[in-house]
């Protein structure tokens, strides 16, 4: 590894290109970039092409670098950028994580998330990557071999936004000019070995697929990155018809059963994928989609919770939502002492002050509180003169889904429940006009209930 230079040097057909992914990002004076510094060539001619841009378009340029600490040497690749940043005037930091050996998608797939997961926590606009025109290829091509959809197969962006967005600004660079210009410009970096090993099929497929397929086809690797591009726009038009859908079939979370069986089949996964996707979980398996809409369009039932990964498809009384799965089992009884909010399951409960409003602060602070999931036997009575309900019927009779029930949390005082989540206040603990009260909510992702 010879020294770094120290100065960066623009070269005018990469910086054009880097310059237009910034214009389409908006980078400007004040903007805050941080390269995604793995100390390999691409993020290395990365950082130096934007070094080289950072005075005359006034942003602010830093550089982070993920040590996985999976290979002996990768000790040796943090102090190489700390060395490069240095010569470049650039701050970096260095993030040491632990890798899950365990993760079910295999040891690359566990660095990448501990890798996006420390990059997170950066405090920028943008994240900068050192991905490229040959990276891209490959990608659509081993998304399409594993069955993707038009979103997989749209493959990575050169702009992203986000919170912080990602740029990859050599998106339509090839690997070989990368190279070109920085044995040209006598640059230094790292080679990561493992990039060799053929047990990992992405090799194979860069290593021994792709050179085949460009023998016989050579503009494959830009025609593969032009395909990626045109998935994105049918991408983007079906996240358009969805958010329409989402607006026509009711409030843009909460559909009407019938209005989405009027739509077609594709159309209805179409927008359940997007309303998934909108809660941040990942697309649930094709085959489990395809069920859950079959059930949807044909079940007589009025309740019904379709699992679908990280989240559920959930049916209530003509209504469907998306929820979180899987609820927690509920916790053990906690002692409430007029704290704003406790953790309740895959949630929280809230209690806010309220005149007039709620359950009565002064009979709360007369017995013990606590919140706790239904005891068996419970009764309670939601209105003057109105008979004790079982726990069932008032359940029913606020429309509360059958999957919720036993976690709900249910105030108590002095073992008489007094507010059931979703279900409402005791006649008897509710709070004079005027009188100081005490207003408890449950919120879990996706579905808020208030008394
Ligand atoms: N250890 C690291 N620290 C910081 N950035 C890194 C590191 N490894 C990779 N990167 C960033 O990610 C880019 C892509 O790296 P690489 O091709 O090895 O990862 P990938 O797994 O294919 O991509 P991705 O992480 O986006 O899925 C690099 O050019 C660099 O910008």
Redesign the pocket.
Known sequence: MAASRTRAQPDPILAGRVAAVLDAAGVGPGSRLC????G?V??VV?LHQLAALRKERGFVLRA???D?GLQPAAGDWAAFCERLCAGLGVEIDVFPVTVRRDHPDGL?AAA?EA??GALATLTVDWLV???HLD?QAETVLFRLLRGVGVRGAGAMAACEPGAPGRLRPLLEVRRGEILEYARAAALTWVEDHSNADRRHARNRLRHDVLPCVEAAFPQAAEMLARSALNFREADGLLDELAHQDARACGDGERFSLDALRALSAPRLRNLLRWRIRCTGAEAPARARLLEAVRQLRSTTTPSLHLPLGQVACCLHRGRVWIEAMPMRAHPRPVRWCGEEEIAWSDGRVLFERRRGEGLSAALLERGEVVVASRRGGLRMSDAPGRPRHSFKNLCQEAGVPPWWRDRLPVVYVDDEPVWIAGVGIAAAARCAPGERGVLPSWWRPGAPLRS
């Open positions: 390269v995604a510094l793995s390999g691409d993020s990365t982070a670098h993920v996985h690359e990448r890798r996006h990557f050192g991905h990276d």
